[in-house]
């Protein structure tokens, strides 16, 4: 295991960002940046040995600044979407801002993804931390909130712990591209993907969920057995095709919860989570651009796993819920490990 920083850039009023290089024995590397606590690599071998940049990112600070995908970046206070931006907490009703269609995504304008986080190396790990203040975007409650990175053998572990001086809500994730065939080396289509998923949240044409749980049985959600992540991604149902392919989030029932391949490297990534849901983002409304070393990104050239509570589960109390109590310490533990 050893652990370095090096100056990834300066912000715009001064502050320094700088890249964790965190390796594992085998010479995994996994990049994080102090932007957004962003994933910018993850270097694992293919099947000859020969190193592979597994997520999607850019090479300067600049680039994440003005991207809006999200790419690799830790995302909160509240991931995924609140319908319209409201919901009550203790009886009080909260507005948030609306940046979806009509719902508020991923924590709004400025979300965790857009912070930079202070980052320090403690023993073989590197912990970041910021206090998203009370009324930030909206959200009731000082939040104290760390998110810690670190491999544990071939694992990189994503450990997310919170602590609010009031009653809160709270869903977070990590917005990781991956294309396991390497970033910018062309579409998902041909990956392998297999999810131990039974039941997925039903949404309406705007991703929002309509409170109904369905079996994947019989619909292109159905990854119980291994198929490729194209195969059904173009259907002509509910599910996808008003999304351009998957962008759902799916009840996880058994672990670890999915298992990928890339068709071309070999390399297979196996995640896990102890979170209730998963969105499966199959890259939809990745937008034409440049990547890291120039590469070339787009539509389907990458899949999420975004480990999760529900999409919008603050107004479906007979979900699992995402308030953080004041007394209450959060923890939470997300994996993906790479074979
Ligand atoms: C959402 C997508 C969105 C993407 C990038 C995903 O988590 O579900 O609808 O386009 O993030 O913003």
Request: proline residues 5%; glycine residues 10%.
């Given at each position: 295991?050893?652990?370095?920083?090096k100056?990834?850039?300066?912000?715009?009023?001064?502050?320094?960002?700088?890249?964790?290089?965190?390796?594992?024995?085998?010479?995994?590397v996994?990049?994080?940046?102090?932007?957004?606590?962003?994933?910018?690599?993850i270097?694992?071998?293919?099947?000859?040995g020969?190193?592979?940049?597994?997520?999607?990112?850019?090479?300067?600070?600049?680039?994440?600044?003005?991207?809006?995908?999200?790419?690799?970046?830790?995302?909160?206070?509240?991931?995924?979407?609140?319908?319209?931006?409201?919901?009550?907490?203790?009886?009080?009703?909260?507005?948030?801002?609306?940046?979806n269609?009509p719902?508020?995504?991923?924590?709004?304008?400025?979300?965790?993804?857009?912070?930079?986080?202070?980052?320090?190396?403690?023993?073989?790990?590197?912990?970041?931390?910021?206090?998203?203040?009370?009324?930030?975007?909206?959200?009731?409650?000082?939040?104290?909130?760390?998110?810690?990175?670190?491999?544990?053998?071939?694992?990189?572990?994503?450990?997310?712990?919170?602590?609010?001086?009031?009653?809160?809500?709270?869903?977070l994730?990590?917005?990781?591209?991956?294309?396991?065939?390497?970033?910018?080396?062309?579409?998902?289509?041909?990956?392998?993907?297999?999810?131990?998923?039974?039941?997925?949240?039903?949404?309406?044409?705007?991703?929002?969920?309509?409170?109904?749980?369905?079996?994947?049985?019989g619909?292109?959600?159905?990854?119980?057995?291994p198929?490729?992540?194209?195969?059904?991604?173009?259907?002509?149902?509910?599910?996808?095709?008003?999304?351009?392919?998957y962008?759902?989030?799916?009840?996880?029932?058994?672990?670890?919860?999915?298992?990928?391949?890339?068709n071309e490297?070999?390399?297979?990534?196996?995640?896990?989570?102890?979170?209730?849901?998963?969105?499966?983002?199959?890259?939809?409304?990745?937008?034409?651009?440049?990547?890291?070393?120039?590469?070339?990104?787009?539509f389907r050239?990458?899949?999420?796993?975004?480990?999760?509570?529900?999409?919008?589960?603050?107004?479906?109390?007979?979900?699992?819920?995402?308030?953080?109590?004041?007394?209450?310490?959060?923890?939470?533990?997300?994996?993906?490990?790479?074979?």
């Amino acid at each position: 295991m050893d652990i370095s920083r090096k100056l990834f850039g300066t912000m715009p009023d001064g502050t320094e960002v700088f890249c964790w290089i965190l390796k594992n024995e085998k010479g995994f590397v996994a990049k994080i940046l102090d932007y957004g606590a962003t994933v910018q690599s993850i270097i694992v071998p293919d099947k000859n040995g020969e190193p592979v940049d597994v997520v999607l990112g850019y090479d300067t600070l600049e680039e994440y600044i003005a991207g809006d995908c999200y790419i690799g970046a830790t995302v909160g206070r509240f991931a995924n979407r609140i319908k319209e931006g409201k919901f009550e907490l203790n009886g009080e009703k909260y507005e948030l801002c609306i940046n979806n269609g009509p719902n508020h995504l991923h924590g709004g304008k400025k979300g965790f993804d857009r912070c930079v986080w202070f980052a320090k190396q403690i023993g073989e790990k590197v912990v970041f931390s910021r206090i998203s203040p009370d009324g930030e975007e909206g959200y009731p409650g000082n939040l104290e909130v760390k998110v810690i990175f670190c491999w544990e053998g071939d694992s990189l572990k994503i450990e997310y712990e919170a602590e609010t001086d009031r009653d809160t809500v709270l869903n977070l994730t990590n917005h990781s591209y991956f294309n396991l065939n390497g970033a910018g080396n062309g579409k998902v289509d041909e990956h392998v993907l297999q999810m131990n998923a039974d039941r997925f949240t039903v949404c309406d044409q705007n991703c929002t969920p309509t409170g109904e749980l369905a079996s994947v049985e019989g619909t292109a959600m159905d990854f119980r057995n291994p198929k490729t992540i194209g195969i059904d991604a173009y259907n002509d149902e509910p599910c996808v095709k008003p999304f351009g392919g998957y962008d759902a989030n799916f009840v996880i029932s058994g672990h670890p919860f999915a298992r990928a391949t890339g068709n071309e490297t070999g390399i297979t990534l196996v995640a896990d989570t102890d979170q209730p849901g998963v969105q499966l983002y199959t890259a939809n409304a990745l937008t034409e651009q440049k990547g890291k070393g120039g590469a070339d990104y787009g539509f389907r050239s990458a899949f999420c796993l975004e480990t999760q509570h529900f999409p919008d589960c603050v107004n479906h109390p007979e979900w699992p819920s995402p308030i953080l109590r004041k007394s209450e310490k959060f923890h939470s533990v997300t994996t993906y490990t790479f074979i």
